[in-house]
């Protein structure tokens, strides 16, 4: 929300209402630098720690539900709206989720890897291969 903030302060500063003035302004950008790094710290965490394909579709969803929420709240974006745009907006997003969903519960499961190892024996002129197969 902070984003958000910072640009009706760009909007208004473009318009000729002087915004860098106020302190809270300058709050709004710490608040959103520390929001990025922490938002990009923790990305990296889980991408080093799952599969992307794993990553990205909780990603977007989580942050399309707590965009949505926090609008709802700070904004108050629903006062406005008729009951059916509501429902509409609603439904979309549940599309838009469900169809998230769908695409990662039916993508191809990732390949088993097989690990073989094998343990040559010499003896004089004869050997003997003992390989074990691992999966």
Same mark, same amino acid.
């Given at each position: ?22 302190f ?7 608040? *959103?630098? #520390?929001?990025?790094i ?7 965490? *889980?991408?080093? +720690?799952?599969? #992307? *394909? ?5 990603y977007?969803?989580?942050? +399309?539900?707590?965009?949505i929420?926090?609008? *709802? ?11 059916s745009?509501i ?6 997003f ?6 998230? #969903?769908?695409? !990662? ?6 390949? !088993?890897?097989v ?5 040559? !024996? ?14």
């Amino acid at each position: 929300m902070s984003v958000k903030a910072i640009g009706i302060a760009i909007k208004l500063t473009l318009e000729g209402i002087d915004q860098a003035k106020y302190f809270q302004i300058w709050i709004f950008a710490m608040v *959103a630098i #520390t929001c990025i790094i922490t938002q990009l710290n923790y990305l990296n965490m *889980a991408l080093d +720690t799952f599969n #992307t *394909a794993v990553v990205s579709p909780i990603y977007y969803a989580m942050f +399309t539900s707590f965009t949505i929420f926090a609008s *709802a709240i700070m904004f108050k974006d629903y006062s406005c709206q008729s009951a059916s745009s509501i429902a509409s907006e609603l439904c979309g997003f549940i599309i838009v989720l469900s169809g998230t #969903t769908a695409l !990662h519960s039916t993508r191809e499961p990732d390949p !088993h890897f097989v690990v073989v190892t094998c343990l040559l !024996h010499i003896s004089g002129q004869n050997f003997d291969v003992c390989c074990k197969y691992i999966i």
